[in-house]
Nanobody, 123 residues
Framework: QVQLVESGGGLVQAGGSLRLSCAASKGTFGVYVMGWFRQAPGKEREFVAAITPTGSSTDYADSVKGRFTISRDNSKNAMYLRMDGLKPEDTAPYYC????????????????WGQGTQVTVSS
C-alpha cells in the first residue's frame, strides 16, 4: 500500500507560481504512473497531469498545458507539480494519485490518492 501526502499549496496572485510536492511512503512508488487531479467546489474532478514510472513521458490536460510541469524523483519517493502563470480558475484542492496508466488516471481510476493541498489564486 502506498501512502501519499501533498504539500506546497497556498495563496498566490494571478500570474504567480507554486510548486506542489507529493511524498510517498510505504509501497513501491517507482512502479506507478503518478498524477495530479483537482476538484473545485461544485465542479467535477479534473485530471491535471501524469507522469510515467521512469519520468520519460508526461501527459497534461489542455487547460494547463504550457503552464504546468510534472516531474518525479524516484530516489526520494516524490513527485512535483510546478505551476506557472496561475489563473483564478486554477483555484482548487490538488490531489496526487498513483495509478496504472495515463488512460486510467484520465478516467479517474486510481490505486491510491492523497488528502489534497489547497491552491488559491486571487485575481
Amino acid at each position: 500500500q502506498v501512502q501519499l501526502v501533498e504539500s506546497g499549496g497556498g495563496l498566490v496572485q494571478a500570474g504567480g507560481s507554486l510548486r506542489l510536492s507529493c511524498a510517498a511512503s510505504k509501497g513501491t512508488f517507482g512502479v506507478y504512473v503518478m498524477g495530479w487531479f483537482r476538484q473545485a467546489p461544485g465542479k467535477e474532478r479534473e485530471f491535471v497531469a501524469a507522469i510515467t514510472p521512469t519520468g520519460s513521458s508526461t501527459d497534461y490536460a489542455d487547460s494547463v498545458k504550457g503552464r504546468f510541469t510534472i516531474s518525479r524523483d524516484n530516489s526520494k519517493n516524490a513527485m512535483y507539480l510546478r505551476m506557472d502563470g496561475l489563473k483564478p480558475e486554477d483555484t482548487a484542492p490538488y490531489y496526487c494519485a498513483a495509478g496504472r496508466s495515463f488512460s486510467s488516471l484520465r478516467r479517474k481510476i486510481y490505486d491510491y490518492w492523497g488528502q489534497g493541498t489547497q491552491v488559491t489564486v486571487s485575481s
